[in-house]
């Protein structure tokens, strides 16, 4: 019988907590790292038609199951309450250092879409040094062992984070232990040596559930309430599972960065993938990279990155198509939010 304890830490809320054991393995192989591979490593490759190559974020397939599993649930969270009911019934069947009910859910029913996020490859960067560190180092935390918390790690990875301003009554700092992020853990002490693909959504699902957090902050942020959240665009995911050097566990942290550049540009954002098992929606090693993605009416092209994911930045009040090698055409428009335009391939 496999034992995983999974541990969740809000930034904001410096509190830790347990959600319990579940048996038997998972059936899928999961890498190492979930973060091998960069579609878009070393120089562009050249634009066609005078467009600009704009570098998408080198999910992998296990962190674009997490991006994708985010998006899906902020584009209409009451839609998600039986899962959500089924991840915390099987919480409320062990024992928890806290006292919840299934009424913890009901707020979920009054929660409104939010505009999808797009991923960064600075954020990105930012997110899996941090899921590393605490991988190496042996710890679950928002602010690492130094004092350093997510603010200056994205900063220091490349992200113009607009510091002092105050964007949705909430001013961003570039203090060592501020934090914009959320964190996951979990681990393995019955000789299991991979994560299940499962496993990297169902991330998000416990973050939105958010047991023993009497906040919600982990929801909040996640749905797209409070703080920045409500005008961020893009999102930086880091995942990675091996053996803990500390633990001596097979470990697989999950760390998502939030924040927005503030510079008046949304995004054209999406999945290229083939439903192979049929289920209607991305799942694990269905994305499909290296695909050329156009918009020419905002000048910009891109390549899907190794998880089949792509993003591009687009003016206000743009409008036009995405058009691919093969002759897809995706019409979008910008209107003062993201937009999310998934390829599903024969």
């Known amino acids: ?33 979930a973060t091998s591979g960069s579609a878009n490593a070393g120089s562009p490759p050249a634009a066609p038609g005078g467009l600009t190559f704009v570098a998408s ?5 296990e962190e674009q199951a997490v991006l994708e599993r985010v998006n899906q649930v902020r584009a209409n969270p009451p839609a998600f309450l039986a899962d959500w009911n089924q991840v915390l019934a099987k919480q409320l069947a062990r024992t928890l250092p806290c006292t919840e009910t299934p009424a913890m859910l009901d707020p979920l029913k009054a929660y409104v879409a939010r505009p999808p996020l797009a991923a960064n490859p600075q954020l990105t960067a930012a997110a899996r040094a941090h899921a590393r560190d605490e991988l190496a180092r042996g710890y679950m935390a928002h602010v690492n062992p130094d004092g350093i918390g997510s603010n200056q790690r994205v900063i220091a990875a490349g992200y113009p984070l607009p510091v002092g301003q105050t964007i949705a009554g909430f001013t961003y700092s570039d203090k060592r232990d501020a934090v914009n992020t959320e964190s996951l853990f979990a681990s393995r002490a019955s000789g299991e040596t991979t994560f299940g693909a499962a496993a990297w959504p169902d991330a998000v699902d416990t973050l939105v559930v958010d047991t023993c957090v009497p906040s919600r902050g982990h929801r909040d942020h996640i749905l797209g309430v409070g703080g920045t959240s409500p005008a961020e665009l893009e999102i930086g995911v880091g995942g990675i599972s091996g053996a803990s050097p500390k633990t001596k566990l097979t470990e697989m942290h999950v760390v998502i960065e939030t924040a927005t550049k503030n510079d008046g540009l949304f995004f054209v954002l999406g999945v290229v993938y083939r439903d192979t098992d049929g289920d209607g929606h991305y799942d694990v090693g269905e994305g499909v990279g290296g695909v050329q993605i156009d918009a020419v009416a905002a000048g910009v092209t891109t390549k899907t990155g190794p998880g089949g994911g792509y993003a591009l930045p687009v003016h206000d009040g743009v409008a036009g198509e995405l058009v691919t090698p093969a002759g897809a055409k995706l019409p979008f428009a910008i209107k003062g939010a993201n937009s999310k335009l998934d390829l599903k391939l024969p």
Not at 57 to 61: I, K, T, W
Request: negative net charge.
């Open 57 to 61: 974020a080198d999910l992998s397939p």
């Open 1 to 33: 019988m496999a034992y995983t304890a999974l541990l969740v830490l809000g930034g904001a809320l410096g509190g830790v907590v347990y959600l319990g054991t579940h048996p038997g393995p998972s059936t899928a192989p999961a890498p190492a790292t």
